[in-house]
């Protein structure tokens, strides 16, 4: 399954999301692989399902939580997750 | 100023920087996207983000939902960039208290506010006023405000209100009209030397005692 780049209102969904637990400070020095374990340590269900749906489509659904972790990371990459905060804060959203 | 070009799903999309009718339509589109935000409406907010960007460029045929998310919000910098001052006016200074709504204040006001300003002032219509430069348009306002404040000064000298009662001196002394922050004085970058006066010096032998008092020459 191959992530997509989101558009506007989907990526400040999943910026609403990520923000509740991380910020640009605490995620500038982890790389991409790090940075997908944690948020999937630290999200409860229906974050994950979002988060997945959100990057994967439809079809997260039916996948292995593994290649859930694996394509969200890639989505996440894809997106520049580090701008998408940044930018998030700055729109002011919360 | 020219014309900004940037590349949407391959095609040439140009900002061009609107006169002062078109700027007041952007002014009320921001208005309308701090409304959004307050409400926490993302869809709201991106409707009236392409509309912002639309209405400054040629663009046409684009479907929204697919569009990255960094490229619209490149446009719509790059769209609020090219329609911002290009002058740093002291009237656009923010003051220290938070404005709160007005109740005179509705959506789309901003054209009608520059309108009636220019028509009452200087007699224009609107075709003329429609077609003034942003920065025209603001530093024409700034000084429009600037005569209105030194008249208002002038009249506030001649009656008494400027002339309170001070119980203590048992006079009347001059109070000056509050003017806007914009106006105040500015602090110096470099605060002035002050020199002192010879004779408002500290008088007698001045004793260095950072230094080993000097040893007396022997038969004197």
Redesign the interface.
Same mark, same amino acid.
């Given at each position: 399954m191959v992530s997509k780049? @989101? /558009?506007?209102? $989907?990526?400040? !969904?999943l910026a609403q999301i990520i923000t509740k637990y991380f910020d640009t400070e605490s995620i500038k020095e982890m790389t991409g692989e790090e940075f997908g374990y944690k948020l999937f340590d630290v999200l409860d269900q229906d974050e994950i399902l979002q988060v997945a749906s959100l990057l994967l489509g439809d079809e997260a659904t039916s996948m292995k939580p593994r290649e859930i972790i694996v394509g969200s990371v890639e989505g996440l990459v894809k /997106? /520049?997750l580090f $701008? @998408?905060i940044q930018?998030y804060q700055e729109?002011?959203? !919360? | 100023m020219t014309d900004e070009i940037f590349t949407l799903q391959g095609k040439p999309i140009l900002i061009k920087r609107l006169t002062l009718r078109g700027w007041a339509e952007l002014e009320t589109l921001k208005q309308e996207m701090d409304e959004f935000v307050k409400s926490k409406e993302f869809d709201g907010y991106y409707k009236k983000l392409i509309k912002f960007i639309q209405v400054t460029s040629n663009v046409e045929d684009v479907d929204w939902d697919t569009v990255a998310w960094y490229d619209a919000l490149n446009l719509y910098s790059l769209a609020i960039t090219k329609n911002h001052p290009t002058i740093d006016f002291p009237v656009l200074t923010g003051s220290k208290e938070q404005s709160q709504k007005l109740p005179w204040e509705y959506t789309g006001r901003a054209w009608y506010f520059w309108l009636h300003l220019f028509a009452s002032n200087y007699g224009w219509n609107e075709t003329t006023i429609g077609e003034i430069d942003i920065d025209t348009a603001i530093g024409l306002y700034q000084e429009i405000l600037l005569s209105e404040q030194l008249e208002k000064e002038w009249e506030w000298g001649l009656s008494e209100i400027a002339y309170p009662y001070n119980s203590s001196t048992k006079k009347q002394e001059y109070k000056a009209m509050p003017r806007p922050d914009w106006m105040l004085p500015m602090a110096p970058a470099q605060q002035p030397t002050i020199r002192i006066r010879k004779d408002m010096m500290p008088v007698g032998n001045i004793v260095n005692l950072s230094k080993p008092p000097k040893e007396k020459i022997s038969g004197i």
């Open positions: 780049i @989101l /558009n506007f209102p $989907d990526a400040m !969904k /997106n /520049n $701008d @998408l930018a729109v002011g959203i !919360k | -």
